[in-house]
């Protein structure tokens, strides 16, 4: 656990030291809000929802795919001699998640500024966007992994993560649409569970198949 807390620690100074990344990511969140805002105003209740994880997918993406692909392979070469891959692994997809965590909420933040506040339920809104945000971290973090070993290739990652990230969007926002509306719709529990166990099947996965990854 110790090396798992130091390597965020790493990534957290590196983040630190080049703001110019983070800062970047907030204007894309920030941009991105605003065009929805100048095209849509203030839409209806299935549309502000839709817009929201079309948005979310897209900001993870930008926000996500650089966990391995910034790091170059004499840098992985020395953490191949000093790390346990699964340590290494798990720490990239701990801050991953945090930064999504953090840039979810002031996205829905802006959202709920600008595109209008419809939410009925907003601590299950809210806890069904820290799902997602997970859920999401965690996939585009191991595909990343993925990518980086494929000779630095982000289309990879793409092309592996938009299937399953489009299954994870269609079952979030009918988890959402709950907070939206007075009635808690029939499957939620079930919806909820599902997403859980995708999660855990995608870092089961990861921690299995990336110590061969890394060996490559």
Known sequence: MNTVLTLIKKDILLEWRQKHTFFSVLLYVSCTVFVIYMMAAQPETKIWNALFWIAQLFITVNTVAKSFLQENTARNRYYFTIVPPVQYLLAKMIYSVVMMLIISLLTLGL??????????????????????????????????????????????????????????????????????????????????????????????????????????
């Not at 959202?111 to 419809?118: I, T, V, W």
């Open 111 to 216: 959202f709920s500024l600008l595109l209008g506040y419809p939410l009925l339920r907003p601590g299950m809104f809210v806890s069904v966007v820290c799902l997602g945000a997970s859920c999401m971290a965690v996939l585009f973090t191991f595909l990343s992994a993925i990518a980086a070993q494929a000779k630095q290739n982000a289309a990879l990652m793409a092309i592996m993560g938009f299937p399953i990230a489009i299954v994870m969007l269609m079952m979030l926002s009918k988890l959402s649409n709950a907070a939206l509306s007075n009635v808690l719709q029939e499957g939620w529990m079930m919806l909820l569970l599902v997403m859980l166990g995708m999660n855990f099947l995608i870092l089961g996965i990861g921690v299995i198949l990336f110590p061969f990854l890394w060996k490559e």
